[in-house]
């Protein structure tokens, strides 16, 4: 099974990072990868089960499930029902935990899935880069203003 694990540290306190990533429904707002998402059936944003559906900004589609999400603990579990990617059973994990020294905050986005053997560098290259990465970067340049 492929693990995509990457960190980053972020110079903003841990809770005003979760204020910006916490909602499963604003990805838009901060992950520059993503043009547009809403969440089905009205439900909403924080509800476990909660299912959000999102468009990149190439135009590809894809559908995750909330698993997790704890104000608390400060993570967000999510598993993806539908994606344009060859992989099957993501689930992904976005962790913040406060840096106590300067107020900082390290940022840890992990998931693991099933795919071809064959496939399985790239995407985990792809997701880590494209995808986590890319979030973290984002981040990154907002608090830096």
Same mark, same amino acid.
């Given at each position: 099974m492929p693990r995509v694990y990457v960190s980053s540290v972020i110079n903003a306190p841990a809770p005003s990072v979760w204020e910006r990533v916490r909602d499963f429904n604003a990805l838009p707002r901060w992950h520059p990868r993503i043009r547009e998402c809403r969440i089905e059936n009205g439900e909403p944003a924080d509800? =476990? &089960?909660a299912v959000r559906d999102f468009r990149l900004q190439n135009g590809d589609r894809i559908r995750e499930k909330l698993l997790g999400l704890s104000d608390y603990d400060l993570f967000c579990t999510y598993a993806i029902l539908e994606? $344009?990617? $060859?992989?099957t059973d993501y689930v992904a994990t976005l962790r913040l935990t406060p840096v106590t020294d300067g107020d900082r905050t390290f940022a840890e986005w992990t998931a693991e899935f099933e795919c071809a053997e064959e496939a399985a560098d790239d995407l985990v290259a &792809? =997701? &880590?880069q494209n995808v986590f990465q890319a979030g973290f970067d984002a981040l990154k340049r907002h608090y830096a203003r």
């Open positions: 509800k =476990i &089960g994606s $344009p990617m $060859p992989l &792809g =997701i &880590g």
